[in-house]
C-alpha cells in the first residue's frame, strides 16, 4: 500500500457548523479525532470559516475514511491534492 502526502481541505456551511457548534462538546471532539487518526504533518483550522487545511501521508483506507468523516460530519468532500511538502 503506497501512502500519499496529501493536502486535504474541507469547509462546511454555515448551517452545518452551527449544527457542530451545538453538539455536545462542540466541533473539538470531531477536530481532535481527525487530528489524533490522520497525524497531519501540517494543519490549519479557520474558526470563521469553519475550514480545515491538512498536510498528512495517507494510505488508500485513511483517505477512505477521511472522505466518509468530512462527508457525513461536514456536508462536503475533502478537497486532496498531492503536496510536496
Do not use: C, H, W
Amino acid at each position: 500500500m503506497i501512502n500519499r502526502a496529501l493536502l486535504s481541505i474541507f469547509r462546511d456551511s454555515a448551517d452545518v457548523g452551527n449544527s457542530l457548534d451545538f453538539e455536545e462538546g462542540g466541533p473539538g471532539p470531531l477536530i481532535g479525532y481527525i487530528m489524533d487518526s490522520f497525524a497531519p504533518e501540517a494543519s490549519y483550522t479557520q474558526a470563521g470559516l469553519r475550514g480545515v487545511f491538512m498536510v498528512a501521508d495517507l494510505d488508500e483506507a485513511q483517505m477512505t475514511e477521511l472522505m466518509l468523516i468530512v462527508s457525513r460530519k461536514f456536508s462536503t468532500y475533502p478537497d486532496s491534492r498531492p503536496s510536496f511538502l
